[in-house]
């Protein structure tokens, strides 16, 4: 029976399941609420909607207050409060809540930044709420920091009134909240909400999800934990009683509350998620957690002291990393745990150093490293630079590391320990005390041993931030100034007397100030005297009876002066002079005064002024002259001079009655600070820009001591011959060191364009750089310039290395493309530029590229986050492709791929650094995992990912960069005892590296630091294949086998591709000689461009393909292939097996395959090479879609409405779909997909049907077992949120339903066998299975699944059974109904070890109950679906099987490699019972396809099928007649020209993938192929038809690498190649007579060529600078313009400017007629690239040219070449992308980058709009008649009819 709510429940029902709070009381109309003081409703980036910001100086005065009279009540019954806020950055908040309990006893329960410790009274709590605070116990109020995010904070009202008042909780009444914040909403609700879970995320966690009108919007691919804070309050771990505690208990202080761990009365943020935990709450024990007993009241936070405490490891030769004070592990680890109290606070650069556990032997030497040199000065600041007391060294910070310098010999000791940049130095008069203090708040201070480097004490200044600290002469005093936590300026003086003895710092006065503090001094005189300035005032101090007071200095008329430094003068015997004590005051306007300490007033004032005086080599001092005083930043008195630094960047020695200049030296920039040394004879100083030196006033010469980059460190490179060193910075600067002494060589800047990768050439004094704009310079160290400039890279430089001899040199981009240099002379040039290699997103970083210790091989992170690709790197074949992507389960996303490095070649190892914190170890041969570690983590503390990490040349010693630290482990012993870890850097390190000789590492990140390895090397160290393992133990080691963790890795075994492997394009197909995957050295030279054996590819019929054969050998060669079928292919043969066990024909038993049943012993060999499979390629990728934001705003028609245009054809098949062709041989139904289109072809006629509607690319289809339904799936768009489903009637083509399922793009769609349900699935980000009524396709069931899932089908003999396959399961799906309910029950079953299957990628059911999966390493495994087992499995493909169909007895299987085959499993159902395997499959037929096979159909029987690639083709198949007959086929990459024959008989088309395609134009039928393989084809011309019979038209073709090849259409051969440019060619045309060929390159130049003698007899270069876009030839008769000519032309460049010219070639003569310059906005880019500038003359108008190009407007220009003037101007929605003109009509075609296609009727002045792309439109042509357009995205074409013609 349903229970009756109670009348209580009744009334606060409207209050489930939560309530918003703002829209319940209508906040906006202010009615039920009141504001006060500054109260505004702004718009928020992060959560891009409206918020109430809240501000002023005084809390109490800016507010918003619900309700609006204290008299009323808001009666809130929720039991969690949940406030979404952002305080305002350096300020302070305060939100007041009045509850009620149940007795009506109102409490205000208050939260602030404000409160300093927990307070609570009978009827009011204040809470110190600490938001991404680093602050230990004390002094925990603080101002909101800088970068503070949105937050969640969560109350639980019940537990806080529970817990520190012993009430129970009634209501909420009212809620103030109070400047300054940011806030959206208040909510109230009985349910505990998971901020960062929303929607159906996590489903199976026993955790609510938040809704999603409370949830913080997350952008695709981010954790929430990284962009918002969750504060829950108190923790959900604190068990707490339901009711109050009883009167009769005992005391408060000794009830017993539970065993776990009490709160302390703080609210702690945590920005970090903990594994399967929504909640990342840091629980905070109570001082007695340990006894299980908390008191119930709170307390107040404890003081603990730390300053007793000591260590001896930050001295001045130590590494830095051992037993470090408690205070510095601290910070290291930036978890601040304290004595007493614990106070827990989290940050995400936690990096400390652990020690070591495990039973292996010792890591010996240890310590490995010792610092021995800083390249660097300052960081947080360049004031800091003193002299020691002798004059002997220099003291600076270099960030986090103090350095003393010795200035006669260059040596350099060290002080370590800080953590952070170290912000204030002081040394004492006796050089026995230093003192340091760090930067970040709260500022930690350390005393020094200045002689030993020992760290006498530690401890917190009451100070948040020091800026400044000074000593008195004997060490006994120490001041410093900072800020407290108001921002306040603060002084303190301690007393440090003692401290050398073993005593204590102890605080002896501290003082507040409203006056601004520069500079502070104690009095060399008298140490209870100080003196400080600042803005307007300069004041001195005296400490006495604990106290420190202040007096200001009558300053009259410069009170408002800007004063920045400050000296007392000192006595020329060393005696003190009280009496005659002067101060000098230095400030920014030039003004030096002299203040007399006794009487506290000015006795003199200077100005001094930039003037020189007639003769006078030196600017003259000037006293209260007008005109601008140069700014003085710092000055030094000795007993004879003033020395004064400003920031014109001069240092000058004045007398002290500033009459002359004695000495100047002009710096490089700003002088920040100057020291004169105590014997007066050298001046020390030091510029903003990072450079330290002295001025010796003897000799007059000026030492500079240490330059520095002043920006971090994003690279570096060693040399090995000259011993120099070469960094970039994100300064601009690349820099020169010498290694031995540290100083820098050279300095090269670029203002407007930064470095990002650098690497030395080998053996030459040169060295190559990489450049954000994508430029790779070549720079000489002898003449310091520039040699050589390529640009063959459009976005940022990622990569930059060579290989070791020199030969090579590869880089790689932000956009993803690899280029590959030859270096074999100094005017080094590119050899090959290939495309989407490299992961596009990744940063640079120094371990991007790695080239192998022989150079033989390439590794590089591409072209996915989660793949490592290895290629030879001379021919850049593709050797192996891994994949590396797990599931982090910290992050709940997959790991990525960061950094990769090669071994000694001896070893063959590939290790690679991932984003969860792991090192891969692989051999770089066959992909196999050899073994892995785990870089060590504090737990709940999220790593930081490695940018770089090396191994030394013996396999000792592994370097890696993490975080903040370096690591160093001992590689040799599997089992590693942990690494060590060594501290310094105050940044995050962004590259080690070994010098060459193995003595030194380097490491750079805030700073360069060199250190020495303290371990012999052991050069004469042999390689065995396997380390050998020392003993194992608990905590044994982070370098693991990786078996004992394969459950956790994607396979146990990544194999090396076999020799059959398809080619990639872009990069040499030739397969890899003698199996090793590299070429011999004559083989290297030149590009590659070679074709495979036709008999190796397995293609059959189709149109003959001209492949041209160089391979770096004189002569060129090419030639035709004939017509006909080729038969079934061969598969090459394996080393080392017979050849009759690869003989393909009818009826061989496939025994050699490998078959084997499950569970029985395999003793073949588990490491033969066979292809990697990526699980990703199951997964739909879309094309790089070009369309902006502008293009889905629906305003276009369909593809195939009425009007100016109807579509005709569509040539080309989306080859990156999966499962997106359907074929029904009983209806003759063929359907397929071509960007957004379904196409649906007659395969007799050929006529298409276009199904439009779709708003993404369509990823998949299924077709209905009726035949009658066709379902499509496409992606998300730019204004959809969800991916379309539309369901179209096959018979009337018509969309019957739109759905939109998933978040992310629909990997797979299947009809049950009854056709009732539809079953989608999401993909690997999404994880959806969705089920769908096919009635009215609503949604019957929906579940998120735990892991990504690659394929799902319906049981074809029970409808009301589905499986899924994915990462090493089958998860079976039993539906049960119940009514109008569907409920589904899950089954997984893991794939038995015995398979190694890696990841399960296909499926398909075979005869009752068996169920076929297809693998990622190439097997096929068999299920008994009744018993839920395998028990069958057999290798039937070398590469991933992605494709699997049944029908009777027989299997299709297609794979990554390209093979599709026929297998016999007949005999599979009685292995079942029997369980022998024997004899029981066997391969029937073999056919080698283009590409991966990606879909299939097939008839009942499967004798025929039609089979789609990742080429974009679509091949009958025949396996009676074992042949294989194109039936659609595109280019596979973009298509850069469209041409036709005279006649229009035929057109052609070009692409990047080195193809010239001949078509017919009716058929649009593939007639002849001419491939160039390793080259792009960018251009292509069509002769005239004056050029005589039809056999001689020939096409020109322009390709990448300069070359320019004339083909014979008749002939079918290639009858002529030339080179004219240096570079890529952009476009080609013929003149009207066909006797001339013009082309234009990317650097500008017009090239003259005869095309039957290939001469070219001339170059124009007036556009040299920017790539010619368009030439374009008419015929006309030139004397209406003033000239004379046959042929009248006109090239336009990208910088647009268009020239026109008059030519006629048979007498030589060329003259220009006009030349157009149009203007260009500052910003015009689309798409990230600038719209192409475009021209053509008008063919109805032979006086007007038309241009298109980026402009100040959107715009066709029509220029009159006549009249010289523009005439008209047609105005365009956005830039255009491509231009043609129709020759019959006065029509213009406009493709933009929006997806969109507009036609022009210029004589009508009207325009119409055409969908139908999916990518930007970036070629359209006119055939000759007018009848027909041709428009080209990317690589697919579509042909548009033009009705009328």
Request: glycine share 8%; net charge neutral.
């Amino acid at each position: 029976m349903r229970r009756e709510p109670r009348p209580a429940e009744a009334l606060t029902a409207w209050q489930h399941p939560f309530l918003n709070v703002f829209r319940h009381f209508r906040v906006d109309e202010w009615k039920r609420s009141a504001k006060q003081g500054d109260v505004a409703v702004v718009t928020d980036k992060t959560l891009k909607g409206a918020v109430y910001r809240i501000r002023g100086s005084v809390s109490a005065a800016n507010y918003i207050q619900l309700p609006k009279s204290s008299t009323q009540s808001l009666g809130l019954t929720g039991r969690y409060l949940y406030v979404l806020f952002r305080p305002l950055p350096s300020k302070h908040f305060v939100i007041h809540l009045d509850v009620s309990s149940k007795d009506n006893q109102v409490i205000r329960v208050s939260f602030s930044n404000l409160f300093k410790e927990f307070k609570s009274t009978a009827t009011w709590l204040q809470f110190p709420l600490v938001l991404e605070a680093r602050t230990p116990q004390r002094d925990l109020v603080g101002l909101a920091p800088s970068g503070a995010r949105w937050t969640c904070l969560q109350l639980d009202l019940q537990d806080v009134l529970l817990v520190y008042l012993n009430r129970c909780y009634g209501h909420l009444k009212s809620i103030r909240l109070c400047a300054s914040l940011l806030v959206r909403n208040l909510y109230t609700s009985d349910l505990c909400f998971e901020p960062a879970i929303s929607g159906a995320q996590w489903a199976k966690l026993p955790v609510t999800p938040m809704p999603r009108e409370m949830a913080f919007p997350v952008p695709k691919g981010e954790s929430w934990h990284d962009r918002y804070i969750h504060v829950r309050f108190p923790s959900e771990s604190l068990k707490v009683p339901s009711k109050p505690i009883e009167k009769s208990c005992s005391p408060p202080e000794a009830v017993l509350l539970g065993p776990g761990p009490q709160p302390l009365p703080c609210p702690v943020a945590s920005s970090k998620p903990v594994r399967f935990s929504v909640s990342p709450v840091v629980q905070t024990p109570s001082p007695t957690a340990q006894s299980g007993r908390a008191a119930l009241a709170p307390r107040p936070f404890p003081e603990v002291s730390l300053s007793q405490e000591r260590s001896d490891a930050s001295n001045a030769d130590g590494p830095g990393f051992h037993s470090l004070e408690p205070w510095a592990q601290l910070e290291a680890s930036d978890i601040h745990t304290a004595a007493a109290g614990t106070h827990v606070l989290t940050h995400e650069s936690a990096e400390v150093p652990v020690a070591r556990t495990g039973s292996c032997e010792g890591f010996l030497p240890d310590p490995v490293l010792r610092l021995k040199g800083v390249i660097g000065f300052g960081g947080h600041g360049t004031r800091q630079a003193l002299w020691t007391p002798d004059g002997a060294a220099v003291v600076y910070p270099c960030h986090a590391v103090i350095v003393v310098l010795l200035v006669d010999t260059g040596e350099q000791r060290f002080f370590l320990g800080h953590t952070d940049k170290v912000s204030a130095l002081a040394l004492d008069g006796s050089s026995s005390l230093l003192a340091s203090a760090q930067a970040r708040a709260p500022s930690v201070m350390r005393l020094w041993d200045f002689q030993t480097g020992r760290c006498l004490c530690l401890f917190r200044s009451p100070m948040h931030v020091v800026c400044s600290l000074s000593f008195s002469d004997s060490g006994a005093l120490l001041c410093g100034v900072g800020k407290d936590h108001h921002g306040r300026t603060m002084v303190v003086a301690w007393g440090t007397g003692q401290v050398g003895l073993g005593g204590e710092v102890v605080v002896l006065a501290k003082a507040h100030t409203d006056f601004d503090v520069q500079a502070f001094r104690v009095t060399f005189f008298d140490e209870t005297r100080m003196a400080s300035c600042g803005q307007g005032s300069v004041r001195l101090w005296r400490l006495r009876g604990g106290v420190l007071r202040s007096c200001p200095v009558d300053l009259g008329e410069h009170h408002a002066l800007q004063f920045t430094d400050l000296a007392f003068k000192q006595a020329r015997d060393g005696c003190p002079e009280p009496s005659a004590a002067m101060l000098f005051v230095c400030s920014r306007s030039g003004h030096i005064l002299e203040i007399d300490c006794q009487r506290m007033v000015v006795r003199h004032a200077r100005r001094l002024l930039p003037t020189r005086t007639p003769g006078g080599p030196h600017p003259q001092k000037q006293t209260f002259s007008s005109g601008p005083g140069i700014a003085i930043s710092s000055l030094s008195v000795s007993p004879a001079m003033c020395a004064v630094g400003s920031e014109d960047g001069f240092l000058r020695l004045w007398p002290l009655d500033f009459s002359s200049v004695l000495l100047e030296a002009e710096h490089e920039g700003p002088v920040s600070s100057v020291c004169v040394s105590p014997d007066g004879l050298r001046v020390l100083s030091a510029t903003s820009s990072g450079h330290l030196g002295f001025l010796d006033t003897l000799s007059r010469v000026y030492h500079m001591l240490a330059r520095s980059h002043t920006a971090p460190v994003l690279a570096l490179a060693m040399e090995q011959r000259r011993g120099q060193l070469a960094t970039v910075s994100q300064d601009r600067t690349v820099r020169i060191w010498d290694l031995a002494t540290l100083q820098q060589l050279y300095d090269f800047t670029s203002s407007e364009d930064a470095p990002c990768a650098v690497t030395f050439h080998p053996t030459r004094p040169t060295f190559f750089c990489g450049f954000s704009s994508g430029a790779v310079r070549s720079f000489s160290l002898e003449a310091a310039e520039v040699l050589v400039e390529h640009t063959c890279h459009r976005g940022a430089v990622t990569g930059l290395t060579a290989t070791p001899d020199g030969r090579l040199l590869f880089s790689s981009c932000s956009q993803g493309s690899l280029a590959q240099y030859s270096c074999a002379d100094p005017q080094w040039h590119v050899l090959r530029v290939a495309a989407d290699m490299v992961c596009p997103d990744a940063p640079a970083s120094p371990s991007a590229l790695a080239v192998s210790r022989d150079g033989r091989l390439l590794a590089f992170v591409g072209p996915s986050r989660c793949t490592v690709t290895v290629m030879g790197s001379a021919s850049l074949d593709e050797l192996l492709r891994v994949d590396i992507g797990t599931l982090d389960l910290a992050s709940s996303r997959l790991d990525s791929a960061m950094a990769v490095c090669f071994g000694p070649a001896a070893l063959g190892h590939l290790l690679v650094s991932t984003s969860s914190n792991r090192v891969v170890v692989l051999d770089a041969v066959s992909g196999r995992i050899i073994r892995e570690s785990t870089v060590f983590q504090l737990p709940g503390v999220h790593p930081e990912p490695c940018p770089s990490l090396t191994l030394s040349e013996d396999a000792r010693f592994l370097l890696i960069a993490a975080g903040r630290t370096i690591k160093v482990w001992d590689y040799a012993t599997q089992a590693s005892p942990g690494p060590q870890v060594y501290i310094g850097h105050s940044e995050p390190v962004q590259a080690v590296a070994f010098s060459p000789d193995q003595q030194q590492v380097l490491s750079a990140g805030d700073a360069v630091f060199l250190w020495d390895v303290l371990a012999p090397t052991e050069s004469d160290q042999s390689f065995p294949g396997a380390p050998p393992a020392c003993k194992t133990g608990p905590g044994a080691g982070p370098l693991e086998d990786a078996a004992s963790r394969a459950s956790e890795l994607p396979r146990q075994q990544v194999p090396k591709p076999c020799q059959a492997s398809p080619p990639r394009l872009g990069v040499c197909a030739r397969p890899p000689e003698g199996g090793d995957g590299t070429l011999s050295p004559s083989d290297e030279e030149g590009p590659c461009e070679e074709s495979c054996d036709p008999e190796g590819l397995g293609q059959a019929s189709g149109p003959p393909v001209l492949t041209e054969e160089e391979a770096g050998r004189a002569g060129d060669g090419a030639w035709a292939a004939a017509v006909g079928s080729w038969g079934l292919a061969l598969p090459p043969r394996s080393p080392g097996q017979p050849r009759e066990q690869w003989r393909a024909g009818q009826g061989r038993w496939c025994r050699c395959r490998g078959l084997r049943t499950v569970g029985a012993r395999d003793t073949r060999n588990s490491g033969a090479p066979r292809t990697t499979y990526l699980a990703s390629c199951k997964a739909f990728t879309p094309a790089r879609v070009s369309c902006s934001p502008h293009s889905a705003k629906g305003t276009c028609p369909p593809p195939a409405s009425g009007g100016w245009l109807r579509l005709k054809a569509v040539v080309g098949y989306s080859g990156n779909g999966r499962a997106n062709m359907v074929w029904r041989p009983d209806t003759g139904f063929f359907a397929y997909t071509c960007g957004r289109l379904v196409v649906v072809e007659d395969l007799h006629s050929g006529a298409q049907q276009h199904w439009s509607g779709h708003s993404a690319e369509i990823s998949t289809l299924a077709l209905s077992h009726s035949a009658q339904v066709l379902a499509s799936a496409s992606g998300r768009s730019s204004t959809t949120a969800h991916c379309q489903i539309r369901v179209w009637d096959v018979s009337g083509g018509l969309c019957q339903h739109l759905i939109f399922p998933h978040s992310t793009t629909v990997l797979a769609l299947a009809f049950s066998p009854d056709d009732r349900l539809l079953v989608t699935l999401g993909d690997h980000d999404g994880r959806t299975l969705a089920l769908w009524g096919t009635a009215t396709y609503d949604l019957v069931s929906s579940t998120r699944l735990p892991e990504p899932v690659h394929g799902v089908a319906f049981n074809p003999w029970d409808a009301g059974e589905l499986t899924c396959v994915g990462q090493g399961t089958v998860t079976f799906w039993l539906l049960q109904q119940r009514g109008a309910d569907i409920s589904l029950q899950v089954r997984r079953e893991p794939v038995p070890e015995a398979v190694g299957a890696g990841e399960l990628t296909s499926l398909c059911y075979g005869a009752p109950p068996l169920l076929y999966c297809g693998t990622s390493s190439g097997q096929v495994c068999v299920w008994d679906t009744r018993a839920g087992r395998c028990f069958l499995s057999w290798e039937a493909d070398d590469g991933g099987i992605g494709l699997l169909l049944f029908s009777g007895s027989r299997l299709v299987s297609g794979s990554s490699t390209g093979r599709l085959r026929l297998w016999a499993v007949g005999a599979v159902s009685e292995l079942r019972c029997k369980g022998s395997g024997a004899s029981s499959v066997f391969m029937e037929h073999e056919l080698v396809l283009d590409g991966a096979v990606v879909s299939a159909s097939f008839d009942d029987s499967v004798d025929m099928g039609v089979v789609g690639t990742t080429a974009g083709t679509l091949w009958f198949v025949s396996w009676a007649e074992g042949t294989s007959t194109r039936l659609i086929s595109g280019h596979r990459s973009k298509v850069n020209e469209v041409v036709f024959s005279p006649g229009e008989s035929h057109c052609a088309t070009c692409s990047e993938d080195g193809s010239v395609r001949v078509w017919a134009l009716a058929s649009m039928e593939l007639v002849i192929q001419f491939q160039v393989l390793n080259q792009s084809c960018l251009c292509l011309a069509w002769s005239p038809p004056c050029c005589g019979r039809p056999e001689q038209q020939r096409l020109a073709a322009g390709y990448g690498d300069g070359s320019l090849r004339i083909f014979s259409v008749s002939r079918t051969a290639m009858e002529l190649k030339m080179h004219p440019h240096p570079v890529a060619l952009t476009t080609v045309a013929f003149s009207t007579d066909g006797q001339t060929v013009l082309s234009g390159d990317k650097d500008g130049l017009v090239a003259v060529s005869h095309p039957c003698t290939g001469t070219t007899f001339r170059v124009l270069s007036d556009h040299q600078g920017a790539p010619i876009s368009t030439i374009c030839v008419t015929c006309k008769e030139c004397e209406d313009l003033g000239v004379e000519g046959t042929d009248l032309w006109l090239a336009a460049s990208g910088d647009q400017r268009v020239s026109v010219w008059a030519s006629d070639w048979l007498r030589n003569h060329c003259e220009l007629v006009d030349w157009l310059s149009f203007p260009m906005p500052a910003t015009t880019e689309t798409q990230g690239h600038l719209p192409p500038s475009l021209a053509a003359f008008c063919p109805w108008d032979g006086a007007l040219l038309m241009y298109v190009g980026p402009g100040v407007y959107k715009e066709v220009i029509i220029y009159n070449l006549c009249q010289k003037q523009v005439v008209e101007k047609i105005p365009l929605p956005f830039f255009a992308m491509s231009l043609s003109l129709s020759p019959g009509t006065h029509l213009l075609a406009v493709g933009f980058a929006e997806c969109m296609l507009r036609l022009v009727d210029c004589a009508m002045g009207t325009a119409q709009d055409f969908a139908g792309h999916d990518n930007a439109v970036h070629l359209c042509r006119f055939t000759p008649s007018a009848r027909l357009l041709f428009t080209a995205a990317r690589n697919e074409i579509l042909v548009w009819e033009v009705p009328g013609l």
